[in-house]
């Protein structure tokens, strides 16, 4: 294919594996991952590369090696570094970069949620919120709850973990999408009176949100960083039509 059908989408979510997958046929792509999962969810017949590219500048030089036309940062809305260094690589590269970042969640009837700037403010909260949390945040933020005391904490993640840095914990494995039904089971079988969540926003985190609801748990919902700058769009056929506007 011509140089400038080569697209690099920066994945990591459940939108940049269903992007690649829709535009594999028509523009040669390559499907980039941090590596943080043992057992990431890949596109099929797309290529994958695995790993860091060490910053904006070494990103920079790896687009124009591989002579990339076209980027699409599909990572997650709160994957905020790869956002900023993909936006700073692209301009140095002169080269078109899309966000595509899905709504954030809004609270709706009968939620109860407690707004979190982040992390550290979460931990924070929590004591005056529950004594029992799903800390529902992935693994890299787990240790900002070390210092909390006398809680205890349900911790899902897709790998079983190595080490925890909380005391009283109890770790489950998993994957979603969950439906909201096995979530409200989750929630009463580990008697959780509090969910911590980050702002993630689409549908296949959601379901713990409803079940919270369902069971009047109070939501500490942690708000997404800083938005980056550049061109913004919501959805994988929004993302699909960008590329159709820079058909070469
Ligand atoms: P981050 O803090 O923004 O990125 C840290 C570093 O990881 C980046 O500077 C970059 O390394 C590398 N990186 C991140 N995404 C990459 C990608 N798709 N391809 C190649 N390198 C990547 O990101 P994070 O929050 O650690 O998230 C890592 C990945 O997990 C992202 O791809 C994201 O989509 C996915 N994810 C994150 C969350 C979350 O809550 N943060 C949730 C679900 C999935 P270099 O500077 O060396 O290039």
Redesign the pocket.
């Known amino acids: 294919m011509p140089k400038g059908r080569r697209v690099l989408i920066?994945?990591?979510?459940a939108e940049a594996v269903d992007l690649a997958m829709k535009i594999a046929a028509s523009w040669d792509v390559t499907y980039?991952?941090?590596g943080?999962t043992r057992t990431p969810s890949l596109p099929e017949n797309v290529s994958t590369r695995t790993?860091?590219?060490?910053?904006a500048e070494?990103?920079a030089d790896w687009l124009r090696e591989n002579e990339i036309g076209r980027v699409i940062d599909a990572?997650?809305p709160?994957?905020?570094?790869?956002?900023v260094?993909a936006l700073r690589a692209c301009e140095t590269a002169g080269i078109s970069r899309l966000k595509l970042m899905r709504p954030a969640w809004e609270p709706g009837p009968g939620d109860d949620w407690r707004p979190a700037a982040d992390p550290g403010a979460a931990a924070s909260l929590l004591p005056s919120v529950g004594q029992r949390a799903f800390l529902s945040i992935?693994r890299?933020d787990l240790a900002t709850f070390a210092d909390v005391r006398d809680s205890a904490f349900l911790i899902r993640t897709v790998d079983q973990l190595e080490s925890v840095p909380l005391k009283n914990s109890t770790c489950v494995t998993g994957r979603g999408p969950y439906s909201e039904a096995q979530e409200t089971d989750l929630l009463r079988e580990h008697g959780i009176d509090v969910l911590v969540s980050?702002n993630?926003g689409g549908d296949s985190t959601y379901a713990k949100i409803e079940a919270a609801r369902k069971l009047s748990i109070p939501v500490i919902m942690i708000g997404r960083p800083d938005p980056v700058a550049g061109e913004t769009l919501e959805t994988v056929d929004d993302a699909v039509g960008w590329l159709a506007t820079k058909e070469s």
């Open positions: 920066l994945g990591g979510t980039s991952l941090a943080r790993g860091g590219f060490g910053g070494a990103l990572t997650h709160f994957a905020h570094r790869i956002a260094n992935g890299q980050k993630a």
